[in-house]
């Protein structure tokens, strides 16, 4: 079946450093791709999406890009601030359904 | 606020009690989805309704028992949990066969 595979966390960085956080899937079809961001207290929202190959997903200063050949969507941000301080989730939705699926989800901790 | 209304937002209950979680949404979504999210686990989905009807239940034991009386609401029902029920649990909502989910804020259920 269809799954997800994020980078574990934590990941400790300080302010104004580079983020990556690593996210690979597997599925039989064409999925779509998303991030979605918990911050503390709450529940999930969704960061950004890519629906097709070769797509960039883009917000608040994150992007991700939708790498068939390598089956990947990593998301990157080239200067975290610590309100950036959340747990972050990859998921991916069957098209014919729209039913997501998560992944693990990586806390990222940016100190000042 | 998201467009998703999860209440309440906290409840501590007994292994005897019975209590509810109620979910609302009013973004004309017609599908509903019920998650369990426990410390350091992946996000488990529960239950999934479309047009009000159950599709998927994940082997969720049968002290949760879901209803979705129309399109807009989504209710969990509670009985003899057990300590290892608590955690905070997530409804959302989708337009099915679009892309991503509205989460709710959760409500983090503690079972003494």
């Known amino acids: 079946g269809d799954s997800v595979t994020q980078m574990e966390g934590p990941v400790t960085l300080s302010e104004e450093a580079f983020l990556t956080i690593n996210c690979t899937y597997t599925?039989?079809?064409?999925?779509?791709l998303f991030w979605y961001v918990q911050y503390p207290g709450e529940g999930l929202q969704l960061l950004l999406k890519?629906?097709?190959?070769?797509d960039k997903g883009s917000n608040k200063g994150f992007e991700a890009t939708y790498r068939k050949e390598t089956t990947s969507f990593h998301l990157e941000k080239g200067s975290v601030q610590v309100s950036d301080s959340a747990v972050y989730f990859c998921a991916l939705s069957d098209r014919s359904w729209g039913k997501l699926q998560f992944g693990a989800g990586t806390q990222v901790v940016v100190t000042p | 606020e998201t467009g998703v209304t999860q209440t309440p937002r906290h409840l501590v209950m007994g292994m005897t009690n019975k209590k509810s979680l109620k979910c609302e949404q009013h973004l004309g979504h017609n599908a509903m989805y019920w998650y369990k999210q426990s410390a350091k686990k992946p996000l488990e989905l529960m239950f999934v309704y479309s047009l009000e009807e159950r599709v998927e239940n994940n082997s969720v034991p049968s002290r949760f028992s879901p209803e979705c009386p129309n399109s807009s609401h989504l209710f969990l029902h509670l009985h003899t949990l057990q300590p290892e029920d608590s955690a905070l649990y997530l409804c959302a909502s989708s337009e099915q066969g679009s892309y991503g989910y509205t989460f709710g804020s959760g409500t983090r259920l503690t079972v003494v």
């Open positions: 890519a629906t097709k190959a070769d």
């Open positions: 599925a039989t079809g064409y999925p779509s």
